[in-house]
């Protein structure tokens, strides 16, 4: 075996032995000696983001303790395939002439955004945000016909007619109509009242308006704000940075905006290696993570939750992998990243009710040693040369009353190693069988693993949705 491989293969046994796992950023996260201040970054954890516009997937890392401008920065190093990237960073050399070297590999399956009606766009937690809230009143006799347009109704760049938008609602507005012009604010007219009739029929000024976007979608920007106007201030970058109450935004025929997705998973593993003066290659540490950008369900009512769910996923992690000559000494060893398949079934609560006798119906059981019980396989091996591997690791973990997560061992053929995992999502309530209430199953877990075989060592994360 290389001493490169002999290091990883250490650290991937080394993860597997944690208590507590690092995750992403390592053990120099975890804040052993509790004596963190608010101004000690030393041991904050490191932060993941993931987004994906139409241009494609966004994943970002950044180190609280390394935020300066000159601070050596995670950067993406390649895309592996269409859903991974990896990602990396390298400290300047030490007095020793030791290079450290960070690659972090993330996985997600977020989807690309979905086009929807502007007055349909939702948030993440399913609010629609921008239904149309304002009734153009006094309404503007738009084409000078003599009748007041009574029919358009708007949606308030602020929360309302009379809120000043917010900074995030400011970074939805685009137009070349509403840009600096070189100063650091602008008034714009609004409209005014017929000084004869004193009525909104025929107004002496016209609001402004001007073409734009909202969050993408086409329309046009009105000053509704009355006889006083509206202003807009900027930077000195000419950005806007404050707009006043009075600014409405109506939208195109058709127009929509871009429905992000807000249910992805994540998955992947970080490391940490050195190389000396002379090239010499360690691995000093590998830690695995996994997770969701939706809350982790609710361990109580799982409680509730009956009957068996199957989930399919992937799977992705480090590995080193032995050449074995006949007499079963190893010959050499190679170590990379891998993806796998994942395939695991839940059990949950018992579907019958075995207080009723009269209760005949037994379909869709649950074996009483299975029981709140997760079993499954990581298989389908691809190494990071492209070569497959015939490596299966067999899951068998098991989840405490009240929790939300679940754990066991993970085997290979040579030891056991440990597996474990969080599930995701709303367990909503259901009565199909007309015999009480009972919970379905949420939509998915993610998980970590390790394992051994007599030809390697794998340490991995996999995410999984309910088939």
Same mark, same amino acid.
């Given at each position: =075996?290389?001493?490169?491989?002999?290091?990883?293969?250490?650290?991937?046994?080394?993860?597997?032995?944690?208590?507590?796992?690092?995750?992403?950023?390592?053990?120099?996260?975890?804040?052993?000696?509790?004596?963190?201040? +608010?101004?000690?970054?030393?041991?904050?954890?490191?932060?993941?983001?993931?987004?994906?516009?139409?241009?494609?997937?966004?994943?970002?890392?950044?180190?609280?303790?390394?935020?300066?401008?000159?601070?050596?920065?995670?950067?993406?190093?390649?895309? #592996?395939?269409? @859903? &991974?990237?990896?990602?990396?960073?390298? =400290?300047? $050399?030490?007095?020793?002439? *030791?290079?450290?070297?960070?690659?972090?590999?993330?996985?997600?399956?977020?989807?690309?955004?979905?086009?929807?009606?502007?007055?349909?766009?939702? *948030?993440?937690?399913?609010?629609?945000?921008?239904?149309?809230?304002?009734?153009?009143?006094?309404? =503007?006799?738009?084409?000078?016909?003599?009748?007041?347009?009574?029919? #358009?109704?708007?949606?308030?760049?602020?929360?309302?007619?009379?809120?000043?938008?917010?900074?995030?609602?400011?970074?939805?507005?685009?137009?070349?109509?509403?840009?600096?012009?070189?100063?650091?604010?602008?008034?714009?007219?609004?409209?005014?009242?017929?000084?004869?009739?004193?009525? +909104?029929?025929?107004?002496?000024?016209? +609001?402004?308006?001007?073409?734009?976007?909202?969050?993408?979608?086409?329309?046009?920007?009105?000053?509704?704000?009355?006889?006083?106007?509206? @202003?807009?201030?900027?930077?000195?970058?000419?950005?806007?940075?404050?707009? !006043?109450?009075?600014?409405?935004?109506?939208?195109?025929?058709?127009?929509?905006?871009?429905?992000?997705?807000?249910?992805? #998973?994540?998955?992947?593993? /970080? #490391?940490?290696?050195?190389?000396?003066?002379?090239?010499?290659?360690?691995?000093?540490?590998?830690?695995?993570?996994?997770?969701?950008?939706?809350? $982790? !369900?609710?361990? !109580?009512?799982?409680?509730?939750?009956?009957?068996?769910?199957?989930?399919?996923?992937?799977?992705?992690?480090?590995?080193?992998?032995?050449?074995?000559?006949?007499? &079963?000494?190893?010959?050499?060893?190679?170590?990379?990243?891998?993806?796998?398949?994942?395939?695991?079934?839940?059990?949950?609560?018992?579907?019958?009710?075995?207080? *009723?006798? $009269?209760?005949?119906?037994?379909?869709?059981?649950?074996?009483?040693?299975?029981?709140?019980?997760?079993?499954?396989?990581?298989?389908?091996?691809?190494?990071?040369?492209?070569?497959?591997? *015939? /490596?299966?690791?067999?899951?068998?973990?098991?989840?405490?009353?009240?929790?939300?997560?679940?754990?066991?061992? %993970?085997?290979?053929?040579?030891?056991?190693?440990?597996?474990?995992?969080?599930?995701?999502?709303?367990?909503?309530?259901?009565?199909?069988? &007309?015999? &009480? @209430?009972?919970?379905?199953?949420?939509?998915? =877990?993610?998980?970590?693993?390790? %394992?051994?075989?007599?030809?390697?060592?794998?340490?991995?994360?996999?995410?999984?949705?309910?088939?």
């Amino acid at each position: =075996m290389t001493a490169a491989a002999g290091t990883k293969k250490k650290a991937i046994e080394a993860e597997g032995e944690q208590a507590t796992d690092a995750g992403l950023g390592g053990t120099a996260r975890t804040d052993a000696d509790g004596q963190t201040t +608010a101004d000690d970054t030393s041991d904050d954890v490191y932060g993941l983001s993931i987004s994906r516009d139409r241009a494609g997937t966004t994943i970002k890392i950044t180190d609280p303790d390394n935020a300066g401008d000159d601070d050596p920065k995670f950067s993406k190093a390649m895309d #592996l395939g269409s @859903t &991974g990237q990896m990602h990396t960073r390298t =400290m300047e $050399a030490d007095d020793d002439g *030791n290079v450290m070297t960070e690659v972090a590999v993330v996985y997600t399956d977020i989807a690309a955004p979905k086009a929807v009606a502007f007055a349909k766009f939702q *948030n993440a937690e399913g609010t629609a945000t921008q239904t149309l809230n304002i009734d153009l009143d006094p309404a =503007m006799d738009a084409d000078n016909d003599g009748t007041a347009d009574n029919d #358009l109704t708007a949606r308030s760049v602020g929360a309302d007619g009379t809120t000043a938008p917010t900074a995030d609602e400011i970074k939805l507005v685009m137009s070349g109509g509403l840009g600096s012009g070189g100063s650091t604010q602008r008034n714009f007219a609004g409209y005014q009242l017929d000084s004869d009739t004193g009525t +909104a029929g025929n107004q002496t000024i016209q +609001a402004y308006e001007t073409a734009g976007t909202y969050n993408g979608a086409m329309g046009t920007y009105r000053c509704n704000g009355g006889a006083t106007g509206c @202003t807009i201030s900027y930077n000195t970058k000419g950005e806007i940075s404050a707009m !006043s109450a009075g600014w409405v935004f109506i939208p195109g025929a058709g127009a929509t905006s871009d429905q992000p997705d807000y249910d992805y #998973l994540h998955y992947g593993f /970080w #490391l940490k290696r050195t190389a000396d003066a002379d090239g010499v290659l360690e691995y000093n540490e590998v830690e695995t993570f996994a997770g969701s950008s939706i809350a $982790a !369900s609710d361990g !109580s009512q799982l409680d509730t939750v009956t009957g068996s769910a199957s989930y399919e996923g992937s799977a992705a992690g480090v590995y080193v992998h032995s050449v074995v000559n006949p007499d &079963g000494t190893e010959a050499s060893a190679t170590s990379g990243h891998f993806t796998a398949n994942a395939s695991l079934m839940a059990y949950f609560g018992q579907t019958v009710d075995d207080t *009723n006798t $009269a209760n005949t119906d037994e379909s869709g059981r649950v074996a009483p040693n299975m029981l709140n019980t997760v079993t499954g396989t990581i298989d389908s091996f691809v190494l990071s040369g492209g070569e497959a591997q *015939n /490596w299966a690791v067999a899951l068998q973990g098991s989840r405490a009353a009240g929790a939300n997560t679940f754990s066991g061992t %993970a085997k290979g053929g040579v030891g056991n190693g440990s597996f474990s995992g969080t599930y995701h999502g709303s367990t909503p309530e259901t009565d199909s069988d &007309g015999d &009480g @209430t009972t919970r379905v199953a949420p939509g998915s =877990m993610v998980g970590e693993f390790n %394992a051994g075989f007599t030809n390697g060592s794998v340490a991995g994360a996999f995410g999984a949705r309910k088939k």
